[in-house]
């Protein structure tokens, strides 16, 4: 086979790996990864194809039972998505799911990354998100699941039976339109069966005000600035 038909298979493989426009991205997950073996960062990170671009470093986290986690050496290509229902037993519930999900990262991200749990507690978080693609629709299939490990030696159960605990005392109280204000978490969806897809969160910039925020403060602006002038004018 010549170098052009080589050329033109690759290029009909990749179309016919991701839907037409899609946001194709690769990156390799470290070595260095804090959170054994389900989270981590994975770092050079490209656009494939499509028009998107994200960090060069994405912390991400995996949410397939089933599958494996990437080998750390190798750069695996993923579909950016927005949909959560892709990942869930049942795709119908997806609002309430997503929505869990958000309750979950809001509460309990930036204390894992900061190290509060401990430095193998992060599994607990697997845990809890994996239990939240499992989602029934019912408040019963987010109980606390039993230990299935004959020790805890680092607190990840620990740490998953309080954000269970959390997920059901607030449950009544979580809307399905529940998002987080401070995390955009979108997903690096992985056709291949044997490799995990991930979840990935990227800290919002809430320095730029909502446009209802924005016309409060224009108001509140001109409202000093005509006082101002008033003063001056006197």
Partial sequence: MNLQSILATAALS????????????????????YFSGYMGDMTGVTTVSGNETLPDTLFAI???????????????????TDSFAPFLKNPGTVDMATALLHYVIDGYYASLMQGSYGPAAGYGLNLAVWQVTNFDGTQASMDTKPNQY????NGSYALYTLIM?????????????????????????QDD???????IITERDN???????????LAGGIGLAARARRKYQA
């Fill in 14 to 33: 990749a179309c016919l790996a991701a839907p037409a426009s899609a946001t194709v991205v690769q990156g390799t997950m470290t070595s260095t990864n």
């Fill in 62 to 80: 995996c949410i397939e039972h089933s599958a494996q986690f990437p080998g750390w050496t190798t750069a695996y290509q993923y579909t950016l």
């Fill in 150 to 153: 004959d020790s805890d030696p």
């Fill in 165 to 189: 605990g959390d997920v059901n005392d607030n449950y009544a109280s979580i809307s399905p339109s529940y998002r987080s204000t401070r995390y955009d978490i979108r997903f690096l969806e």
């Fill in 193 to 199: 069966p044997e490799i995990q897809s991930m979840a």
């Fill in 207 to 217: 320095e730029v005000p909502e446009p209802s925020s924005l016309a409060l403060l």
